[in-house]
Protein backbone atom coordinates (compact mmCIF):
# COMPACT_ATOMS: atom_id res chain seq x y z
CA UNK A 1 0.00 0.00 0.00
CA UNK A 2 1.20 3.35 -1.17
CA UNK A 3 1.02 6.45 1.41
CA UNK A 4 -0.45 9.47 -0.60
CA UNK A 5 1.57 12.75 -0.26
CA UNK A 6 1.21 15.45 1.74
CA UNK A 7 3.04 18.21 0.23
CA UNK A 8 5.74 19.15 -2.24
CA UNK A 9 4.45 19.54 -5.85
CA UNK A 10 3.44 16.13 -6.03
CA UNK A 11 0.55 16.54 -3.73
CA UNK A 12 -1.41 18.88 -6.46
CA UNK A 13 -3.43 17.55 -8.85
CA UNK A 14 -2.72 17.90 -12.31
CA UNK A 15 -4.80 17.34 -15.67
CA UNK A 16 -3.00 14.28 -15.89
CA UNK A 17 -2.51 12.84 -12.99
CA UNK A 18 -6.21 12.28 -11.77
CA UNK A 19 -9.30 10.73 -12.26
CA UNK A 20 -12.95 11.97 -11.02
CA UNK A 21 -15.75 9.82 -9.98
CA UNK A 22 -19.02 11.35 -9.56
CA UNK A 23 -21.44 9.17 -7.02
CA UNK A 24 -25.56 8.92 -6.71
CA UNK A 25 -26.46 12.81 -7.21
CA UNK A 26 -29.60 11.47 -8.06
CA UNK A 27 -33.40 12.75 -6.81
CA UNK A 28 -34.08 10.35 -4.07
CA UNK A 29 -30.57 11.57 -2.25
CA UNK A 30 -31.00 15.08 -3.13
CA UNK A 31 -34.51 14.49 -1.29
CA UNK A 32 -32.72 13.14 1.63
CA UNK A 33 -29.64 15.99 1.86
CA UNK A 34 -30.44 18.36 4.92
CA UNK A 35 -26.88 19.12 5.76
CA UNK A 36 -26.76 21.47 2.04
CA UNK A 37 -29.06 23.60 -0.19
CA UNK A 38 -29.61 20.86 -2.69
CA UNK A 39 -29.60 24.01 -5.17
CA UNK A 40 -25.94 24.70 -3.52
CA UNK A 41 -24.89 20.90 -4.15
CA UNK A 42 -26.23 20.70 -7.34
CA UNK A 43 -24.94 23.77 -8.99
CA UNK A 44 -21.60 22.95 -7.54
CA UNK A 45 -21.03 19.02 -8.78
CA UNK A 46 -22.33 20.76 -12.19
CA UNK A 47 -18.88 23.05 -11.57
CA UNK A 48 -16.94 20.30 -11.09
CA UNK A 49 -17.84 18.08 -13.92
CA UNK A 50 -17.58 20.81 -16.35
CA UNK A 51 -14.09 21.39 -15.13
CA UNK A 52 -13.40 17.77 -15.52
CA UNK A 53 -14.83 18.06 -19.18
CA UNK A 54 -12.73 21.15 -19.95
CA UNK A 55 -9.64 19.89 -18.39
CA UNK A 56 -9.65 16.54 -20.17
CA UNK A 57 -9.83 14.72 -16.77
CA UNK A 58 -11.12 11.13 -17.39
CA UNK A 59 -14.77 11.21 -15.43
CA UNK A 60 -16.81 8.18 -14.10
CA UNK A 61 -20.13 8.57 -13.34
CA UNK A 62 -22.68 6.00 -10.69
CA UNK A 63 -26.08 6.09 -9.55
CA UNK A 64 -26.95 3.13 -7.44
CA UNK A 65 -30.54 1.20 -8.23
CA UNK A 66 -31.12 3.95 -10.89
CA UNK A 67 -35.24 2.41 -11.43
CA UNK A 68 -35.89 3.57 -8.23
CA UNK A 69 -33.37 6.12 -6.78
CA UNK A 70 -33.44 8.51 -10.25
CA UNK A 71 -31.26 9.36 -13.33
CA UNK A 72 -28.95 11.96 -12.84
CA UNK A 73 -30.48 15.39 -13.28
CA UNK A 74 -30.40 16.49 -16.45
CA UNK A 75 -27.95 19.71 -16.41
CA UNK A 76 -25.06 17.08 -14.68
CA UNK A 77 -25.52 14.18 -17.62
CA UNK A 78 -25.84 16.61 -20.30
CA UNK A 79 -22.22 17.38 -18.96
CA UNK A 80 -21.50 14.14 -20.25
CA UNK A 81 -23.94 13.22 -22.87
CA UNK A 82 -22.42 9.94 -24.47
CA UNK A 83 -21.92 8.31 -20.91
CA UNK A 84 -24.18 6.08 -19.32
CA UNK A 85 -23.47 5.96 -15.77
CA UNK A 86 -22.55 2.67 -13.99
CA UNK A 87 -26.30 1.20 -12.41
CA UNK A 88 -24.86 -0.84 -9.08
CA UNK A 89 -26.76 -2.53 -6.66
CA UNK A 90 -24.10 -1.95 -4.13
CA UNK A 91 -24.21 0.28 -1.13
CA UNK A 92 -20.12 0.60 -1.49
CA UNK A 93 -19.55 1.73 -4.71
CA UNK A 94 -15.93 -0.49 -4.66
CA UNK A 95 -17.32 -3.02 -3.91
CA UNK A 96 -18.79 -3.32 -7.52
CA UNK A 97 -15.96 -4.53 -9.92
CA UNK A 98 -17.53 -2.48 -13.02
CA UNK A 99 -16.47 0.88 -11.42
CA UNK A 100 -13.42 -1.11 -9.75
CA UNK A 101 -12.21 -2.48 -13.11
CA UNK A 102 -13.12 0.85 -14.91
CA UNK A 103 -10.73 3.15 -12.61
CA UNK A 104 -8.14 0.74 -12.93
CA UNK A 105 -8.14 0.85 -16.79
CA UNK A 106 -7.22 4.52 -16.05
CA UNK A 107 -4.49 4.30 -14.91
CA UNK A 108 -4.67 6.91 -12.30
CA UNK A 109 -3.72 6.62 -8.39
CA UNK A 110 -5.28 10.13 -7.74
CA UNK A 111 -8.88 9.78 -7.41
CA UNK A 112 -11.34 13.14 -7.26
CA UNK A 113 -14.56 12.01 -5.43
CA UNK A 114 -17.83 13.35 -4.71
CA UNK A 115 -21.13 12.10 -4.05
CA UNK A 116 -24.43 11.78 -2.26
CA UNK A 117 -24.66 10.72 0.91
CA UNK A 118 -21.29 12.01 2.45
CA UNK A 119 -21.55 9.19 5.35
CA UNK A 120 -22.35 6.67 3.14
CA UNK A 121 -21.68 6.72 -0.66
CA UNK A 122 -19.09 9.07 -0.17
CA UNK A 123 -17.11 7.60 3.07
CA UNK A 124 -17.31 3.92 2.27
CA UNK A 125 -15.75 3.78 -1.19
CA UNK A 126 -13.27 6.70 -0.20
CA UNK A 127 -11.71 4.52 3.04
CA UNK A 128 -11.80 1.10 0.68
CA UNK A 129 -10.18 3.07 -2.10
CA UNK A 130 -7.36 4.65 0.30
CA UNK A 131 -7.03 1.00 1.51
CA UNK A 132 -5.73 0.08 -1.76
CA UNK A 133 -2.88 2.66 -2.21
CA UNK A 134 -4.98 5.06 -4.08
CA UNK A 135 -5.09 8.95 -2.87
CA UNK A 136 -8.06 9.93 -2.54
CA UNK A 137 -9.39 13.49 -2.71
CA UNK A 138 -13.05 14.23 -1.50
CA UNK A 139 -14.63 17.17 -3.04
CA UNK A 140 -16.75 18.40 0.26
CA UNK A 141 -18.86 20.92 -1.04
CA UNK A 142 -20.17 18.38 -3.81
CA UNK A 143 -21.62 16.44 -1.37
CA UNK A 144 -23.97 16.16 1.35
CA UNK A 145 -25.53 13.95 3.96
CA UNK A 146 -28.98 13.60 5.78
CA UNK A 147 -27.98 16.27 9.08
CA UNK A 148 -24.85 18.73 8.94
CA UNK A 149 -23.50 16.23 11.48
CA UNK A 150 -23.78 13.52 9.23
CA UNK A 151 -21.97 15.40 6.63
CA UNK A 152 -19.25 16.64 9.41
CA UNK A 153 -18.47 13.22 10.96
CA UNK A 154 -17.97 11.55 7.48
CA UNK A 155 -15.48 14.17 6.42
CA UNK A 156 -13.83 14.15 9.70
CA UNK A 157 -13.30 10.09 9.42
CA UNK A 158 -12.29 10.35 6.24
CA UNK A 159 -9.82 12.80 6.89
CA UNK A 160 -8.22 10.79 9.38
CA UNK A 161 -8.16 7.87 7.07
CA UNK A 162 -6.10 9.79 5.06
CA UNK A 163 -8.20 11.63 2.66
CA UNK A 164 -8.16 15.41 1.29
CA UNK A 165 -10.74 17.41 1.64
CA UNK A 166 -11.56 20.11 -0.63
CA UNK A 167 -14.09 22.60 -2.70
CA UNK A 168 -14.82 21.94 -6.13
CA UNK A 169 -13.48 25.70 -7.27
CA UNK A 170 -9.93 24.85 -5.78
CA UNK A 171 -10.01 21.54 -7.87
CA UNK A 172 -10.81 23.86 -10.64
CA UNK A 173 -7.84 26.35 -9.59
CA UNK A 174 -5.33 23.67 -9.25
CA UNK A 175 -5.98 22.27 -12.42
CA UNK A 176 -5.14 25.82 -14.32
CA UNK A 177 -2.46 26.53 -11.59
CA UNK A 178 -0.99 29.10 -14.27
CA UNK A 179 -3.02 31.84 -15.65
CA UNK A 180 -0.63 31.96 -18.72
CA UNK A 181 -2.23 28.26 -19.81
CA UNK A 182 -4.31 30.46 -22.30
CA UNK A 183 -6.07 27.20 -23.99
CA UNK A 184 -8.24 26.27 -20.88
CA UNK A 185 -8.79 30.29 -19.83
CA UNK A 186 -12.07 31.24 -21.62
CA UNK A 187 -13.64 27.38 -20.25
CA UNK A 188 -12.49 28.59 -16.69
CA UNK A 189 -14.23 31.93 -17.07
CA UNK A 190 -17.63 30.63 -18.26
CA UNK A 191 -17.40 27.85 -15.51
CA UNK A 192 -16.62 30.49 -12.95
CA UNK A 193 -19.06 32.98 -14.18
CA UNK A 194 -22.37 30.43 -14.20
CA UNK A 195 -21.31 27.96 -10.98
CA UNK A 196 -19.01 30.35 -9.40
CA UNK A 197 -21.52 32.32 -7.34
CA UNK A 198 -20.16 35.83 -5.62
CA UNK A 199 -16.47 34.47 -7.26
CA UNK A 200 -18.42 34.23 -10.59
CA UNK A 201 -20.14 37.81 -10.07
CA UNK A 202 -17.25 39.45 -9.09
CA UNK A 203 -15.91 37.77 -12.15
CA UNK A 204 -18.04 39.15 -14.87
CA UNK A 205 -17.78 42.91 -12.84
CA UNK A 206 -14.02 43.00 -13.84
CA UNK A 207 -14.56 41.47 -17.36
CA UNK A 208 -16.85 44.44 -17.61
CA UNK A 209 -14.28 46.97 -16.48
CA UNK A 210 -12.33 45.80 -18.73
CA UNK A 211 -14.30 45.55 -21.34
CA UNK A 212 -15.02 49.55 -20.77
CA UNK A 213 -11.49 50.78 -20.64
CA UNK A 214 -10.68 48.65 -24.06
Known amino acids: MTTAPRIGIDALLTPDNCALILIDHQPFQF ?3 QSHDPGVILNNV ?17 TVVQDRGGFLPPALQAVFPEQAPIDRT ?8 KVVD ?31 GYEVYIVTDASGGVSVE ?20 AV ?3 LQRDWAREATLPGVAGIITEHGGAT ?3 FGWE ?3 LGQKA
Open 172 to 174: MSE
Open 102 to 132: AVATLGRKKLVIAALWTEICLAMPVIHALGE
Open 150 to 169: AHERAVQRMVQAGAVPMTWM
Open 90 to 97: TINTWEDP
Open 207 to 209: MQL
Open 46 to 62: IGLAKTARLFAVPTILT
Open 31 to 33: AGM
Open 200 to 202: GIN
